[in-house]
Each structure stands twice: as C-alpha cells, then as structure tokens.
C-alpha cells in the first residue's frame, strides 16, 4: 500500500461515526415528514442581479484546508475536487503525494495542473481571474484529458441535473453569487427554473452542502455522482457502489453489482448512495425528502480515460479500457433539496 492509503485507513473505523454525526437524514425523515410535505413549487423565489451571463463554459474555484471544488457553468456543477496534499502550506490535510503524482507531473505538465483550467474565485473583496498550479492535489474525479481528442460531457460532471429526455446538463447557467465559503447558480428554462448554492459546511472537514430549488417540473430529473478517479492499491483498482436504506428498523448499507450497462432501481428510498475507488469515496446524502430510487451506469474507459493512462503509453502500462468508470445518479422530486457530499470516507 502506498502511503496515501495508509492515511486513510486510520479515518476508517471513525467514518461511519461521522457520517452520522453530520448527516442524520433517516431521523429527520421519520420525525418531521410534516415539515418535508410543506414543500412546494409555488414558493416565490427571490429576484437576483446576475453577475455573470454568457454561453461560453466558465470555470469558477471554492478552496479551503481540505479541499479545491471547481465549478462549471455548464449545469451549474463540479468538474473538479482535488484534495491538497499534506504540507507546510496545507498542515490540515491528510493526503500525501505519491509516485503517480510526481510521475504524471514529469510526462504531462497540463494535466498535472490545478485547476486544469483559467477560472475565477473570490480574493479580497472581489472577483479575480486566476490559472492553475503545478502540482500540489490529488483528484477526487476524472478530468478530462488536456490533449486528448475524446470530448467529456457535462453529463459526466458531478452534480448536475440531468434527463433522458432532454438536454438539460448541457445548459449554461448564470453565475449569481460567488463569495469565499459559496457559490451560486441560476438558469430560467421554459419550463423550470433552477437555483443551485453550493457551501462549506461549518465544522465537517471534506464536505460541503448543496441546495437546490426548482420552481416548475421536476419530471425525469436526477442528480449525478461524477465518476470517481482511479486509486491503485497493491497494483489493483477496486471500484464500488454502496447505497444506505433504512429496513426493519435498521440501517442497512449494501455493495451493488457494478453495471454493465446501466441499471435503475425505482422500489426503494436510498439514505444515501456512494461511488468510490476503494479508499476515496463520493456520497450523495439527501437531508429532505427525495424521490424513490436510484441509478448506476458505467462509463467505458476509453470515453472517459484515467489520468493513469498518460504513463507510459508508449507500452500501455495503464491501458484506459482497462479501467472503466461508474457514475450514480438520484431522482429528484421537488423544490428545496439539501444534498451533503462527503469525500474520502470509505463506504461501509
């Protein structure tokens, strides 16, 4: 095991502790469902004065001890969340560097920055354009390839809205608000309109908050997972699906089979669902009430590479197709979801 996931081991044991702790959804479910019932389209929402409009993708950065979240306007969602290594600069974290990193830093400089993109954040008071540095994260997602010729759906990002029947998570959406801790989207569809706040949530180190509200129809639409990147441990790659349900007044959490397509399961109402590579793991936690069911898919390596792919492929020693990926998805039901996502907790 490289020393990575050594780390990381010590956080198992405490983990499901904290997911409990921070995310007790299944009791607020059961105790208040009058609270939840009173949610409805109808709420007038707040007019906002846009900051930023425009068709073009646009990159935007939140960043604490523990974590570098970028933003996409395409969906309003994440296409990155990289994890600061431990150091001087970063005392906080837990992550350390490891060979891969100071490998793909020598063979493709390009895709050993962070963010992979120019972006915007927030820095004394106001709204700064930055570019990215050499080195320094680990990402938690699959990004896309600079040089690469396959291009990456936003479908693919983490977070979005999407549906099989429209082509909603190619839509840009307007930046409204954008401050050190929060950022916020806006888009006005003909038949919706949809207001997403993204936060760091107080006292819960890697995780942060999602609101999101929609006024109008919330037919056939679920919120993605991303597509988590591939962590090696003694040379092998462990992908795994979990899912939390509340059954005979227990909680139970269960591996799913890895899709070979795409699965959907509408009979059940999911605690949470997770998406990890072993050691990282991405959970979508809902803390209102959502619609029953859940989805898994798989993503062919070759569409959406590894990272690891761009080491030595003269000899293809990470041959993408060999590494394919999965993603999740949960349904959405009505206005005024609070979904928690919480990074690098292994899935019990």
């Known amino acids: 095991m490289d020393k990575r996931t050594i780390l990381l081991i010590i956080l198992l044991a405490a983990s499901f ?40 993708e646009v990159f935007y950065v939140l960043e604490n001890d523990f974590q570098q979240l970028v933003f996409s306007s395409k969906g309003g969602s994440l296409t990155e969340i990289n ?15 490891i060979k891969f990193d100071k490998e793909l830093k020598n063979v493709s400089k390009p895709n050993a920055t962070f963010p992979l993109h120019t972006y915007n954040t ?11 540095s050499l080195g320094g994260y680990n990402p938690l997602l699959r990004r896309q390839i600079i040089g690469s010729e396959n291009f ?5 990002y983490a977070l979005n809205i999407v549906s099989e029947y429209e082509d909603i998570e190619n839509a840009n959406y307007d ?37 999101i509200s929609i006024q109008g129809s919330t037919k056939n639409l679920w919120i993605t997972s991303g597509v988590p990147e591939v962590e090696l441990t003694s040379g092998r790659n462990s992908p795994i699906l979990k899912i939390k349900t509340y059954r005979k007044q227990k909680n ?33 936690d809902p803390l209102t009430e959502i619609a029953p069911g859940y989805r898994s898919k798989y993503i062919a390596g070759q569409s959406f590479p590894t990272r690891l792919s761009l080491i030595d492929p003269q000899y293809k020693l990470y041959p993408a197709t060999k590494y394919p990926g999965y993603e999740m998805f949960l349904p959405l039901k009505s206005n005024n979801k609070k979904i928690s996502f919480t990074k690098n907790y292994r899935c019990f």
């Open 17 to 56: 502790y904290v997911i409990q702790l921070f995310f007790p959804q299944r009791q607020i479910r059961k105790t208040y469902p009058e609270k939840i019932s009173q949610v409805t389209h109808e709420k007038p929402l707040e007019k906002k004065t846009f900051i930023e409009k425009g068709t073009k």
């Open 83 to 97: 994890l600061p290594f431990k150091s001087k600069k970063n005392k906080y974290s837990v992550v350390n560097e």
């Open 122 to 132: 927030y820095e004394d008071g106001k709204i700064i354009q930055k570019k990215g």
């Open 152 to 156: 990456i759906s936003p479908k693919l």
């Open 175 to 211: 930046l409204v608000r954008l401050e050190k801790d929060v950022i916020e989207f806006e888009i006005t569809l003909p038949d919706r309109k949809i207001i997403k706040t993204y936060k760091f949530a107080k006292d819960a180190p890697y995780t942060f908050d999602l609101n």
């Open 252 to 284: 139970v959490v269960d591996k799913l089979s890895l899709p070979k397509t795409q699965n959907t399961v509408s009979s059940i109402y999911p605690d949470w669902i997770c998406n990890s590579n072993g050691f990282f793991g991405l959970i979508i």
